[in-house]
């Protein structure tokens, strides 16, 4: 097992009719910028228990928060932050919103206009800033798939520049999440597709990599990714059932709070390469990850086969004597799953060209000389390489 420093200060509050408990969890005397999306917390009720439970608090609200939140719409948050001499703020909706808003926490505190550059950088790669300063954030969480809920990290788009990067600040973990299943009801069924398979690979970046004698890591690993299969059917029932939805929940947040990552190897180049797909075509985040897996892997079984062996006995009931042909089924039975679950391994089934694709975004990482795979061996000519097959 390698070091590793865990460490993880959020305070959960998980269940039904959980959201009036946060009269109590924001001093009164704070001036909360509330922060939201499009407005689907308007339609399914969410908001109006907010306003409810804030009633003796001073309240200023941000509309406008997009899937895969862009640097643009966050720093018009900032303004009114700063304008508005904010001192707490409150997300409400899904990761997209909390990632917007753990921008602003940092970018509010800031004196520079370029923002962009202070926190995200040019690497393409996750940046740890160091922000003297953050606003405290709390969240009411309503979509399973980031388990931002239970991180420091955030991605945020330049819109201008078609950039899709990481950040993370051991500032910005919020000081509490609330998680009530029961918001998930209303979500439409593509967003809880794309909760599935971002928590699946969250869990996989982490996991199908090589061993370092992390035996525990690896059944927690295993144990979300199994539920997630057991359980997708009955997560994606009509109408939803409470404890399928409570255990999607909970596993989206163990996937990345931090638990399973601890002295473990970690990977992350299918992020990566799926943060460039949604940057230069605005594709679905779990869908860009659901084409980039099955081709990373073929392309880098051969430094992970001990672990897609060990994932496929554990997950999938795998246990054919060729490891060859046991590795391509493995990969088979994760596609078989994405689309199972309803999403497309190939870009093409996206309107995406994958030449196209390929040209652009290895072109981008030969730019800012960018290398990834845990052994940092998937340079930008084996990227071009990937997404040619997918």
Same mark, same amino acid.
Not at 18 to 28: A, D, M, R, S, V
Not at 146 to 175: D, H, Q, R
């Given at each position: 097992?390698?070091?590793?420093?865990?460490?993880?200060?959020?305070?959960?509050?998980?269940?039904?009719?959980?959201?009036?408990?946060?009269?109590?969890?924001?001093?009164?005397?704070?001036?909360?910028?509330? /922060?939201?999306?499009?407005?689907?917390?308007?339609?399914?009720?969410?908001?109006?228990?907010?306003?409810?439970?804030?009633?003796?608090?001073?309240?200023? *609200?941000?509309?406008?928060? *997009?899937?895969?939140?862009?640097?643009?719409?966050?720093?018009? !948050?900032?303004?009114?932050?700063?304008?508005?001499?904010?001192?707490?703020?409150?997300?409400?909706?899904?990761?997209?919103?909390?990632?917007?808003?753990?921008?602003?926490?940092? +970018?509010?505190?800031?004196?520079?206009?370029? !923002?962009?550059?202070?926190?995200?950088? @040019?690497?393409?790669?996750?940046?740890?800033? @160091?922000?003297?300063?953050?606003?405290?954030?709390?969240?009411?969480?309503?979509?399973?798939?980031?388990?931002? *809920?239970?991180?420091?990290?955030?991605?945020?788009?330049?819109?201008? /520049?078609?950039?899709?990067?990481?950040?993370?600040? +051991?500032?910005?973990?919020?000081?509490?999440?609330?998680?009530?299943?029961?918001?998930?009801?209303?979500?439409?069924?593509?967003?809880?597709?794309?909760?599935?398979?971002?928590?699946?690979?969250?869990?996989?970046?982490?996991?199908?990599?090589?061993?370092?004698?992390?035996?525990?890591?690896?059944?927690?690993?295993?144990?979300?990714?199994?539920?997630?299969? =057991?359980?997708?059917?009955?997560?994606?029932?009509?109408?939803?059932?409470?404890?399928?939805?409570?255990?999607?929940?909970?596993?989206?947040?163990? !996937?990345?709070?931090?638990?399973?990552?601890?002295? @473990?190897?970690?990977?992350?180049?299918?992020?990566?390469?799926?943060? =460039?797909? /949604?940057?230069?075509?605005?594709?679905?985040?779990?869908?860009?990850?659901?084409?980039?897996?099955?081709?990373?892997?073929?392309?880098?079984?051969?430094?992970? /086969?001990?672990?897609?062996?060990?994932?496929?006995?554990?997950?999938?009931?795998?246990?054919?004597?060729? =490891?060859?042909? +046991?590795?391509?089924?493995?990969?088979?039975?994760?596609?078989?799953?994405?689309?199972?679950?309803?999403?497309?391994?190939?870009?093409?089934?996206?309107?995406?060209?994958?030449?196209?694709?390929?040209?652009?975004?290895?072109?981008?990482?030969?730019?800012?000389?960018? @290398?990834?795979?845990?052994?940092?061996?998937?340079?930008?000519?084996?990227?071009?390489?990937?997404?040619?097959?997918?």
């Amino acid at each position: 097992m390698q070091n590793f420093n865990y460490y993880n200060p959020v305070n959960v509050i998980f269940g039904k009719d959980t959201i009036k408990e946060i009269t109590n969890l924001i001093p009164l005397d704070s001036k909360i910028l509330m /922060t939201y999306g499009g407005g689907s917390i308007k339609r399914n009720g969410v908001y109006d228990q907010v306003i409810k439970a804030l009633a003796n608090h001073n309240v200023v *609200e941000f509309e406008g928060i *997009e899937p895969n939140p862009t640097y643009e719409t966050c720093m018009k !948050a900032v303004e009114v932050a700063k304008k508005e001499n904010i001192d707490f703020l409150l997300s409400v909706g899904g990761g997209s919103v909390l990632d917007g808003t753990k921008f602003i926490a940092a +970018a509010a505190k800031l004196e520079t206009e370029n !923002a962009w550059d202070t926190i995200m950088g @040019v690497e393409g790669v996750a940046k740890f800033p @160091v922000l003297k300063e953050t606003l405290p954030i709390g969240c009411i969480i309503t979509l399973p798939a980031t388990g931002s *809920e239970m991180n420091c990290g955030s991605v945020i788009t330049k819109k201008a /520049t078609a950039e899709k990067i990481p950040f993370m600040s +051991a500032l910005n973990f919020p000081k509490f999440s609330i998680i009530d299943p029961e918001t998930t009801f209303s979500l439409p069924k593509k967003q809880v597709i794309n909760g599935i398979i971002d928590t699946y690979i969250h869990v996989i970046e982490q996991y199908v990599t090589y061993d370092v004698d992390t035996p525990l890591q690896d059944r927690q690993s295993e144990a979300i990714l199994r539920t997630l299969v =057991e359980e997708a059917d009955k997560i994606l029932s009509d109408p939803p059932q409470y404890n399928a939805r409570a255990n999607f929940f909970w596993c989206a947040t163990q !996937a990345l709070n931090g638990t399973i990552q601890s002295g @473990v190897v970690q990977d992350w180049c299918v992020h990566m390469i799926g943060h =460039e797909l /949604t940057a230069f075509y605005g594709m679905d985040h779990g869908a860009s990850l659901a084409v980039v897996l099955p081709e990373m892997w073929r392309k880098m079984k051969s430094a992970k /086969t001990q672990k897609l062996l060990q994932y496929g006995s554990r997950v999938f009931d795998v246990n054919e004597s060729d =490891e060859e042909k +046991a590795v391509e089924l493995i990969i088979a039975r994760t596609e078989e799953f994405f689309k199972h679950i309803g999403f497309s391994t190939k870009l093409k089934n996206y309107g995406i060209d994958a030449k196209e694709a390929a040209e652009k975004v290895s072109a981008r990482f030969a730019e800012r000389k960018t @290398v990834l795979g845990e052994n940092m061996d998937v340079t930008p000519e084996v990227v071009k390489e990937i997404l040619l097959n997918c």
